[in-house]
């Protein structure tokens, strides 16, 4: 049995394991031991797939920077009223939150450590400045208010989706990954938006 499992594993599956040991664990608190266990197989299959732990690191937080960073890409995120556009990616945040659920959480918890961890979080930086951007360049249009600081509405906001990892549970029933984008984005725009 455990032939059969070395011989059907592959880089995903192991990226997989890798990210829940490192969500249970800690990055830091996580061995090649412990990946070795938690995956079936022995440290040299892992090496075979990587170079190591920080590898599966960077390719963990790599895919859930790329879900974030493609939104940015998207037709409606790129044209029209910029509150239009900012909708649409906060929209789109909650999906791809939910949608990458396991690699977003990790992609949260890096705190700069290693060389990996500083990238991610520049990264992230970057992303979150393009949306702050376009937070300002709706309140300079006039479509949501300008009587709060922008940085600080982006802060808010960033903050009540990335909350979601804490609580967010497949298995809710009637909590598929659209009706929390739709919940979000509701409660979002109605505080945003000004009042005529």
Known sequence: MTTAKRDTYTPETLLSVAVQVFNERGY?????????RAAGISKSSIYHHVTGKEELLRRAVSRALDG????????????GRASDRLEHVVHRMVEVLIAELPYVTL???V?????TERWALDRRRDFDHRVAALMQAAAADGDIRSDVDG?????????????????????????????????????????LRRGD
């Open 28 to 36: 830091d608190g996580t061995s090649m031991e412990h990946l070795s």
């Open 68 to 79: 974030l960073f493609g939104i940015l890409d998207e037709e409606p995120a790129r044209t």
């Open 111 to 115: 705190r700069g450590n290693t060389d």
């Open 151 to 191: 940085r600080l509405a982006t802060r808010l906001v960033f903050g009540m989706i990335n909350s979601i990892v804490e609580w967010y549970r497949p298995e809710i029933r009637g909590m598929g990954e659209r009706e929390v984008a739709d919940a979000v984005a509701k409660v979002v725009f109605e505080g």
């Open 107 to 109: 992609l949260l918890r």
